[in-house]
């Protein structure tokens, strides 16, 4: 639930406060859990999801001056500069490789952050989170066709938002309609 906290806000201790008040609603709400047939990590993640965009709301309405990407790139700094190390590096690359995948890294968020909000559950939820289509679905409260659909649609509006941003001052055409990644 961190993971995904961390995802929708940018901000390690705003993600932990917030994955602490989904776990709170957990608890809250445990009753309604319907067991195993629908699976304990979408409802964990759907409550977790619904904190942070009632966070992210939230947030908005207070600051409005200070974009994603600012905070993203201010959070950044700060755990760098405290010697902290995300959660999705590992200690054993180089330093070339360490500083590769923080580049790659913050480039897959700043085009996240640059796509629709539905891209962005989907491809949250779906590719860096590794669930299932159907839990996917459930968390989303979609049929399963369309969340299929949607993510392939999802992929190709993020590929074509990483070259845009990965090749400043090119103009880029959009992708092939039948390109898949």
Not at 39 to 61: K, V
Not at 73 to 82: I, K, Y
Not at 131 to 137: G, M, N, T
Request: hydrophobic share 40%.
């Amino acid at each position: 639930m961190y993971a995904l906290c961390c995802c929708y806000l940018h901000n390690s201790a705003e993600a932990e406060e917030v994955a602490q008040e989904a776990f709170v609603q957990v608890f809250r709400n445990l009753a309604q859990f319907s067991g195993p047939a629908a699976g304990l990590t979408p409802w964990l993640l759907t409550i977790a999801r619904h904190c942070c965009i009632d966070r992210h709301r939230h947030n908005r309405a207070r600051i409005s001056t200070q974009s994603l990407s600012d905070t993203a790139a201010q959070q950044a700094d700060t755990d760098d500069a405290e010697g902290e190390e995300a959660p999705w590096h590992s200690s054993e690359l180089s330093p070339e490789q360490a500083l590769a995948n923080q580049q790659e890294t913050r480039l897959l968020y700043r085009a996240l952050e640059q796509t629709s909000a539905e891209t962005r559950d989907l491809i949250l939820l779906k590719d860096i989170h590794g669930l299932k289509i159907e839990e996917v679905a459930h968390i989303l409260d979609l049929p399963v066709g369309t969340v299929k659909s949607k993510w392939h649609r999802a992929k190709l509006e993020l590929a074509q938002t990483i070259v845009q941003l990965s090749t400043p001052g090119q103009p880029t055409a959009p992708l092939p309609e039948g390109a898949s990644s």
